[in-house]
C-alpha cells in the first residue's frame, strides 16, 4: 500500500533562505507525487506534480521538486524563501489504481521569519 | 478561470440539526471527492464519486453522514443530525486526469 511522511511538522527559515521540506514515499510501483500549498482559511493549490516524465519538476511560486526513485523521495525546494510562502504544505501520492485516490502526507507548516 | 466552488464558506449550527453542504465541481471534471480536515486527524476522505455514482464512501460515518449526486454540476454532502464533534472544515475537490485534484475553498462547520 502506498504511504507518505513528512518529516518535520514545523520548519521555520529566514527570508531569502532556501526552504527545503521534506517528504518520503513507500509505493510498490511508480507512483504520481504531488505537492500541494494550503494559506490560511483557504483550501489546497496545487504546487507541482511528478507524472513519470522528467524528474525535476518546476512549479508555481518558484517552487520545485526533485523525484529520487533510489531514496524513495520527492523534497520541495526554494532558493530563497519569501514571506508570503509561509503556509501550509502538503505531499501526496496517487493510489496507482483507477480510483484517483490522493494519500496525503500529515502536512508541513513553514514559518518565514524576516 | 475554472474552480470548484462550495456553499456555504461557513456554518454554525446547534447539535442535532440538519446540515448541507454543496460542492460545483469544475465543468468536464468527472471525479468529485469529499474531505475533512482537523487539527488532531489531518486530512481525511470521506467519500468520492466517478461519473456520478458513489465509489467508496469508506471514510464516512454512515449513520449520520450521506453525500449525494443529483447531477454532473453538484454533489452534497449531508449531516443529519449534527454533533459538536462534526466541526471541521469541509473541503470538494475535483479532477479528471493524472489524478490532479482541484480543491474548493471549503465549508467550515461548527456544530455547537
Known amino acids: 500500500a502506498q504511504s507518505v511522511t513528512q518529516l518535520g511538522s514545523h520548519v521555520s527559515v529566514s527570508e531569502g533562505a532556501l526552504v527545503l521540506l521534506r517528504c518520503n514515499y513507500s509505493?510498490?510501483?511508480?507512483?504520481?507525487l504531488f505537492w500541494y500549498v494550503q494559506y490560511p482559511n483557504q483550501g489546497l493549490q496545487l504546487l507541482l506534480k511528478?507524472?513519470?516524465?522528467?524528474?525535476l519538476v518546476k512549479g508555481i511560486n518558484g517552487f520545485e521538486a526533485e523525484f529520487k526513485k533510489s531514496e524513495t523521495s520527492f523534497h520541495l525546494t526554494k532558493p530563497s524563501a519569501h514571506m508570503s510562502d509561509a503556509a501550509e504544505y502538503f505531499c501526496?501520492?496517487?493510489?496507482?489504481?483507477?480510483?484517483?485516490?490522493?494519500?496525503f502526507g500529515s502536512g508541513t507548516r513553514l514559518l518565514v521569519r524576516p | 478561470d475554472a474552480r470548484v466552488t462550495q456553499t456555504p464558506r461557513d456554518k454554525v449550527t446547534e447539535m442535532g440539526q440538519e446540515v448541507t453542504m454543496r460542492c460545483q465541481p469544475i465543468?468536464?471534471?468527472?471525479?468529485v471527492f469529499w474531505y475533512r480536515q482537523t487539527m488532531m486527524q489531518g486530512l481525511e476522505l470521506l467519500a468520492y464519486?466517478?461519473?456520478?455514482?458513489?465509489?467508496?464512501d469508506s471514510g464516512m460515518p454512515k449513520d449520520r453522514f450521506s453525500a449525494e449526486m443529483p447531477d454532473a454540476t453538484l454533489a452534497t454532502l449531508k449531516i443529519q443530525p449534527s454533533e459538536p464533534r462534526d466541526s471541521a472544515v469541509y473541503f470538494c475537490?475535483?479532477?479528471?486526469?493524472?489524478?490532479?485534484?482541484?480543491f474548493g475553498p471549503g465549508t467550515r462547520l461548527t456544530v455547537l
Open positions: 475537490a475535483s479532477g479528471s486526469l493524472d489524478a490532479e485534484q482541484f
Open positions: 509505493s510498490s510501483v511508480p507512483p504520481y
Open positions: 511528478y507524472t513519470s516524465a522528467a524528474t
Open positions: 501526496a501520492v496517487s493510489k496507482m489504481d483507477s480510483s484517483y485516490k490522493l494519500i
Open positions: 465543468l468536464g471534471h468527472n471525479t
Open positions: 464519486f466517478r461519473n456520478r455514482a458513489p465509489l467508496d
